[in-house]
T-cell receptor
C-alpha cells in the first residue's frame, strides 16, 4: 500500500513568487494534516482536514497560505506571495482516527521550500 | 495552548550504550504522548506512544516513561545501534484536540 506522497520534494523560488505543494494521503484516510518545520525548530501544526472540510486551521501563519482538499482526496497548500520566512519543510500526514486519540499519524517525506 | 520542550537538541552516544531524551509539557490536560523518529530523507514515523493512564511502556529496546505530576516524559533507548541514528521528536495532545504538538527534536548520533 502506498504511503503519504508529497510533491515536489524540493522547491526553490524567489520572494514574491507562488508555490503549490501537493499531498496524496493514504487511501481511505479521512484525516489530513499539514505541518511545517523551520530548521532547528519544532514540527508546527498548520491545519487539519476531515475529508474536504477544514476542521482546524488555527496554525496557518497568515492569509498568504491557502489549503484545499477538493473531493476529500489529495490536498494542496499554496503560498502566495512567498516570503523568506516561509522557508522550511512542509510535511503532510494522514490518519484514520483523529491524531490526538486513536489515529497514528503517517507522514510523507516532506516538501522542502527555499525562498530566496 | 500546549508547549512541549525537548532536551537535548543533540546527543552522541557510543554504540551499545543507552540514550535518554527528555520532554516536558505545559498542559495538564494532555493525555497522549507519542514519539516519532525521522531518518534522513524520510518523514517522521511513530515508534512508541504512551497514554496518561500508564507510567511506563516498553517495546524491545525502546521504553517511554511518564510522570504526570511533574509533566515530564522520556524516551529511553538501550543497546543503541547505528540504525538508531536519527532525529527524535516527542509530542503531546489531549482528547478533543486533533492536533499533536511537537518538541523541537533531538538529533541522536550513534558513534562506532
Amino acid at each position: 500500500e502506498a504511503g503519504v506522497t508529497q510533491f515536489p520534494s524540493h522547491s526553490v523560488i524567489e520572494k514574491g513568487q507562488t508555490v503549490t505543494l501537493r499531498c496524496d494521503p493514504i487511501s481511505g484516510h479521512d484525516n489530513l494534516y499539514w505541518y511545517r518545520r523551520v530548521m532547528g525548530k519544532e514540527i508546527k501544526f498548520l491545519l487539519h482536514f476531515v475529508k474536504e472540510s477544514k476542521q482546524d486551521e488555527s496554525g496557518m501563519p497568515n492569509n498568504r497560505f491557502l489549503a484545499e482538499r477538493t473531493g476529500g482526496t489529495y490536498s494542496t497548500l499554496k503560498v502566495q506571495p512567498a516570503e523568506l520566512e516561509d522557508s522550511g519543510v512542509y510535511f503532510c500526514a494522514s490518519s484514520l482516527g483523529t491524531s490526538g486519540n486513536t489515529g497514528e499519524l503517517f507522514f510523507g517525506e516532506g516538501s522542502r521550500l527555499t525562498v530566496l | 495552548g500546549e508547549n512541549v520542550e525537548q532536551h537535548p537538541s543533540t546527543l552522541s552516544v557510543q554504540e551499545g550504550d543507552s540514550a535518554v531524551i527528555k520532554c516536558t509539557y505545559s498542559d495538564s490536560a494532555s493525555n497522549y504522548f507519542p514519539w516519532y523518529k525521522q531518518e534522513l530523507g524520510k518523514g517522521p514515523q511513530l515508534i512508541i506512544d504512551i497514554r496518561s493512564n500508564v507510567g511506563e511502556k516498553k517495546d524491545q529496546r525502546i521504553a517511554v516513561t511518564l510522570n504526570k505530576t511533574a509533566k515530564h516524559f522520556s524516551l529511553h533507548i538501550t543497546e543503541t545501534q547505528p540504525e538508531d541514528s536519527a532525529v527524535y521528536f516527542c509530542a503531546a495532545s489531549r482528547d478533543g484536540d486533533d492536533k499533536i504538538i511537537f518538541g523541537k527534536g533531538t538529533r541522536l548520533h550513534i558513534l562506532p
